[in-house]
Antibody, heavy 120, light 110 residues
């Protein structure tokens, strides 16, 4: 069965960086894009970026360009998202999600979420 | 990219129908039939319930249906059940190959 398993919760100080992983299983990793979204406490969902797991190409929301980097390691079916220069309002649960298909533009499987807390 | 606009909350009694709207622009909702809907109970990851405006993934009850007119998409839950109480989000692909989510709607079953 398809699974996306994310790394554990993180606590970081303002100005630091955090790298969250998303390990895929149960399907061909390079056959589906991986997206990242985040959800601040009590708030809505904010789309951040996608990575083409086959080519490695990426696209970022304007709000995150220059501060977020997505990478992948196809040998271990894992995608990564790194956020640098953390601020307190980056405190959120970060989710990875699999794109069902290029034509559908929908996210059919999700990771369990990783809470990143930014606090001095 | 501004979030798509959804009503903050809707409510209904068991068995009734409720509809959630999702309003965007001609650069997202209005441009493509690539609107999807997600159900998110508290403390859990979102779950896909509608894709490409009106398609249901396997296992999603047919009480959930979607539609679109112009820049506004809609999700209708017919025959509301207690287990439908959750937050619901729409999402759309955009003209610059990014994505945008709605502001979210809390569905309460009275």
């Amino acid at each position: 069965q398809v699974q996306l398993v994310q790394s554990g919760a993180e606590v970081k100080k303002p100005g630091a960086s955090v790298k969250v992983s998303c390990k895929a299983s149960g399907y061909t990793f390079t056959g589906h894009y991986i997206h990242w979204v985040r959800q601040a406490p009590g708030q809505g969902i904010e789309w951040m970026a996608w990575i083409n797991t086959n080519s490695g190409s990426t696209n970022y929301a304007q709000n995150f360009q220059g501060r977020v980097t997505m990478t992948r390691d196809t040998s271990i079916s894992t995608a990564y998202m790194e956020v640098s220069r953390l601020k307190s309002d980056d405190t959120a649960v970060y989710f990875c999600a699999r794109l069902y298909s290029i034509s559908s533009k929908a996210f059919d499987y999700w990771g369990q979420g990783t809470l990143v807390t930014v606090s001095s | 990219q501004s979030a798509l606009t959804q009503p903050p909350s809707v409510s209904g009694s068991p068995g009734q129908s409720v509809t959630i709207s999702c309003t965007g622009t001609s650069s997202d909702v209005g441009s493509y039939n690539r609107v999807s809907w997600y159900q998110q109970p508290p403390g859990t990851a979102p779950k896909l319930i509608i894709y490409e405006v009106n398609n249901r993934p396997s296992g999603v009850p047919d009480r959930f249906s979607g539609s679109k007119s112009g820049n506004t998409a809609s999700l209708t839950i017919s025959g509301l059940q207690a287990e439908d109480e959750a937050d619901y989000y729409c999402s759309s692909h955009t003209s610059i190959n990014t994505y945008v989510f709605g502001t979210g709607t809390k569905v309460t079953v009275l």
